[in-house]
């Protein structure tokens, strides 16, 4: 869900939502995008949230899911193509593993000292925005913290069920900016929580600074994942509003597994 201060509203239009399944026979929504646009400032924003398709052998897969859900139109006359959004940013279960040559032994042999490094080159998304595949003209900040799944619920332990699943790097953010508008944007910080237990995953969380101009006030906006963004301002005027950009953005899969209930003086906009 979305949700902002109330003083925000008057800036924000045409906000459309779609539900895409691409479950068992494309229907089920077991698996599929929630979507979430609007315009701030006139400024045309996309958010997806996504649980794409399970195991390592489903590559492929994820691939087409990609591109059926980049497929979406939305009914603004200027902005129908999910593509055209000046701002993109993509979350959740994306799902891809490591490559079947890595072994789970193999992979945890390599966190536990802290050297998930050597196992970037075996990470199938990394491989696929290389290859021009699926998320070309997407961007992700450094992956610094270890895979996010399988755990053992309940502890810092990887899958010990016989199923031994390789850790991988399932849950993610990726970001896409056309610099058609230039508005400069800058990730700040990519982290995972590792304390949370309670999920066979580890949630994720970003923080971006957004620089845009709203009227004749120079804005720099910092927004982070889950949470909410902030303001400042260089013009005196702009200085006296309050501080809080109150934008909240919460995933609806794994990547958004911190649940924190917005305030009471936040209203719903999706």
């Known amino acids: 869900m979305i949700f902002v201060r109330p003083y925000l509203l008057p800036f924000i239009t045409n906000i459309e939502e779609e539900f895409i399944a691409t479950g068992i026979g494309g229907v089920l929504g077991n698996k599929g995008a929630v979507i979430g646009r609007f315009r701030l400032y006139g400024i045309p924003f996309c958010f997806v949230g996504v649980h794409m398709a399970p195991h390592i052998q489903n590559l492929e897969k994820r691939n087409e899911e990609f591109h059926e859900i980049v497929q979406t139109k939305f009914s603004d006359s200027l902005c129908k193509a999910f593509l055209d959004h000046e701002f993109i940013f993509w979350s959740g279960d994306l799902n891809y ?21 050597s196992l970037k080159p075996f990470d199938q998304l990394a491989r696929v925005r290389a290859e021009g595949k699926a998320f070309a003209e997407f961007q992700e900040g450094p992956l610094s913290f270890p895979p ?15 199923k031994a699943r390789v850790p991988s790097w399932c849950d993610r953010i990726l970001w896409r900016a056309t610099g058609k508008l230039g508005i400069g944007l800058r990730q700040d910080t990519y982290t995972s929580y590792e304390h949370y237990c309670n999920s066979d995953h580890k949630p994720i969380g970003a923080k971006f600074t957004l620089a845009f101009q709203p009227d004749d006030a120079k804005q720099n906006v910092e927004f982070a994942f889950p ?34 209930a917005p305030s009471s003086s936040s209203s719903s906009l999706m």
């Open 97 to 117: 593993r490591l490559d079947e040559s890595v072994s789970q032994e193999r992979a945890i042999a390599a966190i536990r000292p802290g050297d998930s490094e």
């Open 148 to 162: 996010t799944y399988r755990y053992d619920i309940g502890t810092q332990d990887f899958d010990s069920s016989p």
């Open 227 to 260: 949470y909410a963004i902030k303001s400042s301002s260089s013009s005196s005027a702009a200085a006296a509003a309050p501080r809080f950009f109150p934008f909240f953005f919460f995933l609806l899969f794994a990547a958004g597994g911190l649940s924190s």
